[in-house]
């Protein structure tokens, strides 16, 4: 930098006046800027990285086709919203402007937010739909009959509006039932919670407990804003509704409403007062659907009798008077007792007669015992004999193996002592074990020789002798 004078000026004079701030003081002081300009705005972009903190804290960014920007939601905050948030929701949220040091970024603290327009919660609304579609959870396989008539019927709705009043009432016209009213918020922070935890609740009580357990279920509220009925739903609501054992009737808003409840539950109504005349026939129609099946069932009743009656005449009329046919077999009953008196003492005679003649042809008990005695010593002298048979030929066969063991002990006797005739020697060690191979002996081991006429003793040098001609071997 040069003076009028185009004299060289130092920098270091206009350093002084140039403020210093440490970076805390730096990011202090833009924080308060930023915070002073935007403390309250509203900004409109689409959802992304969304997550949820252990802390209850969300943490998500807002973008659309220029920027990206930050976005935190303190749990106290979180809490109130209203919209289940996921990656791709467009919404609006509404909050202040401020900066994070410890990242040198700036973010919005946001305090309520909201689905940008109907039709960002109507396309929510759908990928929900297409999704849960696909999971099965709207099959028709799944949709149960509606019992003709409940004994008790469970109501999930508010329990200050008109819509539990209209229903009680219209049951109370059609057929009173006993009726189970779980209370729940309808819209709003926690309504879709306390939802399916009624549902969850009721489905839950076991048959014959304290508390009846409901054969049917009603699921009501009133009409409203698509933003109103939006606790119906939600996912949790509706895996509730399709999870429940129970058959299920959803009646919210008015006629031209759906909600994802309508298609899990079992039937949807058009009105509560319209799943109450679901719920239960009128008793008037069904005493006259009575009256009338008993007068029809009176009638068949009494042709059936006419028609049993007309055979059973003719029937009769075919058979003879039964007075008479009684007559006759007490007749015939007494002529046989008489001749049965008659002819007894003749049939016993006849059998004592034939009783003597059979003693008679019985051998006496001495006479039995002298047969038995026969036999036995029949029997004991032919064992004898058999004994004396047996025993002899077993004294014939032992001689003769006495005397085939003689002849061949004579002959091995023979071959042996000529085997020695021919010059043939049988080696043994000190024990008389024979020695049958010259890896047996070892150097300066004591030998018997074993010749004709007699033994000869030797000690093994431990050497191999060369044989005398190609056709002798080596003894040793």
Not at 5 to 31: C, D, K, W, Y
Not at 144 to 172: C, F, K, N, Q
């Amino acid at each position: 930098m040069l003076n009028a004078m185009n004299e060289p000026i130092e920098q270091e004079s206009f350093a002084h006046n140039v403020p210093e701030f440490s970076v805390g003081q730096l990011s202090t002081a833009l924080q308060r800027t930023v915070e002073g300009a935007f403390s309250r705005v509203r900004v409109r972009g689409e959802i992304s990285g969304f997550k949820r903190a252990a802390s209850g804290h969300l943490y998500f960014t807002l973008k659309d086709a220029d920027a990206v920007l930050d976005a935190a939601c303190w749990k106290q905050m979180a809490s109130r919203i209203k919209v289940a948030l996921e990656d791709g929701m467009e919404v609006i949220a509404t909050g202040k402007i401020t900066t994070y040091p410890g990242r040198s970024k700036y973010q919005i603290i946001v305090e309520t937010i909201e689905l940008a327009g109907l039709g960002a919660l109507l396309a929510l609304i759908e990928e929900r739909r297409r999704r849960l579609t696909e999971e099965g959870l709207f099959d028709a396989e799944r949709k149960r009959p509606l019992p003709y008539l409940p004994e008790v019927i469970g109501v999930v709705t508010s329990p200050t509006g008109a819509v539990i009043r209209d229903i009680l009432h219209r049951l109370a016209e059609r057929f009173p039932r006993h009726v189970l009213v779980w209370p729940v918020v309808v819209q709003g922070d926690g309504a879709a919670a306390q939802i399916a935890a009624a549902i969850a609740g009721f489905d839950a009580i076991a048959p014959g407990g304290k508390v009846p357990r409901p054969d049917l279920l009603i699921v009501a509220r009133g009409g409203g804003s698509i933003e109103d009925l939006m606790a119906f739903n939600e996912e949790i609501v509706v895996r509730a509704a399709a999870n429940c054992t129970i058959p299920l009737i959803s009646a919210v808003g008015h006629e031209t409403d759906t909600t994802l409840i309508d298609y899990a539950s079992d039937r949807r109504a058009p009105t509560p007062t319209a799943a109450a005349e679901m719920a239960v026939p009128v008793r008037a129609d069904l005493r006259r659907r009575i009256a009338d099946g008993t007068g029809r069932l009176t009638q068949v009743l009494d042709r059936i009798l006419e028609t049993a009656r007309v055979r059973v005449e003719g029937l009769a009329r075919g058979l003879g008077d039964p007075t008479n046919a009684l007559s006759a077999a007490r007749q015939r009953f007494d002529d046989r007792a008489e001749r049965l008196d008659r002819s007894w003492p003749a049939y016993a005679e006849r059998q004592a007669a034939t009783l003597r003649t059979l003693s008679f042809r019985l051998p006496t008990p001495q006479m039995q015992l002298e047969l038995a005695r026969r036999h036995w010593a029949s029997t004991s002298r032919g064992l004898d004999t058999a004994m004396v048979a047996r025993k002899r030929a077993a004294q014939m066969s032992l001689e003769h193996e006495r005397a085939n063991l003689a002849r061949l002990g004579q002959l091995l006797e023979t071959l042996h002592r000529g085997w020695l005739e021919r010059g043939s020697v049988v080696v043994r060690d000190r024990l008389g074990k024979p020695i049958v191979s010259a890896s047996q002996i070892s150097a300066g081991q004591a030998l018997d020789l074993v010749f004709e006429d007699g033994v000869v003793g030797v000690t093994a040098d431990g050497k191999r002798a060369k044989p005398a001609s190609p056709s002798q071997g080596t003894l040793l």
